[in-house]
């Protein structure tokens, strides 16, 4: 066999890309508990992400058909009863109600302290609400914090096992150090992969949960200012 043609054969078996899959097998073990622990991060990141954007915009959806529905209602408490446990708007109106029968119970002694605390129980549940929205965006926030120095964590190893070669094989070639260091790196790119995504997602989802709990309050504010005008009226 001619020099031409080793050097053709080694060309036809030679990859011409990077292939995700070599890269994880052939990586240390180190490497690739890293990379299967951000791979996971990431799924579950995705997971949220669909999960939070589905149920946010049926949250919107339930919130709105309750509110038109409330002030065109010709018997609100009975609205309430039947759409409390279905949207975040009826819970609300559900606390400031059971607040107002509980302090109107024997009669309305002093309508300021009775106000006060139907504004206070439509604060409290606003808040649960938002609570509940946001309950699962902590993972995002720490998955967009850690995974970029976890995936850094596994390139040091791999980097560390790539001059440990060397040292082994007394070898300083770009073919002894370069395959240890490519599988070093794709740990950092996994981290990357899950970070970036899981920031974007986090700031999106929290100024979402932030403009839905001010819409809450909001609506609170127009049921407490609606019992204050029947309590003037009695």
């Known amino acids: 066999m001619t020099s031409f043609d080793i050097l053709s054969a080694a060309g036809a078996i030679a990859p011409t890309r990077l292939d995700p899959v070599e890269l994880f097998l052939d990586a240390d073990f180190v490497v690739q508990l890293v ?3 951000l791979v996971l991060a990431s799924v579950w990141v995705w997971t949220i ?13 339930a919130c709105t058909a309750f509110e038109q529905e ?14 409390k446990s279905e949207n975040p708007s009826g819970r609300v109106a559900a606390a400031g109600l059971g607040e107002f029968r509980r302090s109107t119970k024997k009669g309305i002694r002093n309508a300021t302290a009775t106000q006060a605390r139907i504004a206070q129980a439509m604060d409290g549940q606003v808040a649960v609400e938002a609570d509940k929205l946001a309950e699962r965006l902590n993972f995002l926030a720490t998955t967009g914090a850690v995974a970029p120095f976890v995936g850094l964590f596994g390139t040091v190893w791999g980097i560390m096992n790539s001059f440990f ?3 082994l094989q007394n070898n300083s070639s770009l ?6 260091i ?14 970036i995504p899981a920031v974007i997602a986090y700031n999106r989802f929290s100024s979402s949960v932030d403009a839905f709990e001010a819409r809450l309050a909001r609506f609170a504010d127009k049921v407490q200012a609606q019992v204050s005008r029947e309590m003037e009226a009695a």
Request: cysteine-free.
């Open 35 to 37: 990379i299967v622990g």
């Open 70 to 83: 409330f002030w065109q209602h010709d018997d609100p408490e009975a609205l309430i009863a039947r759409a």
């Open 49 to 61: 992400i669909f999960a939070f954007s589905s149920r946010m915009a049926k949250t919107r959806r």
């Open 182 to 195: 490519s599988e070093a790196l794709f740990a950092t790119a996994i981290g990357l992969a899950a970070a």
């Open 165 to 167: 070669q060397i040292g």
């Open 175 to 180: 073919a002894v150090v370069a395959p240890g």
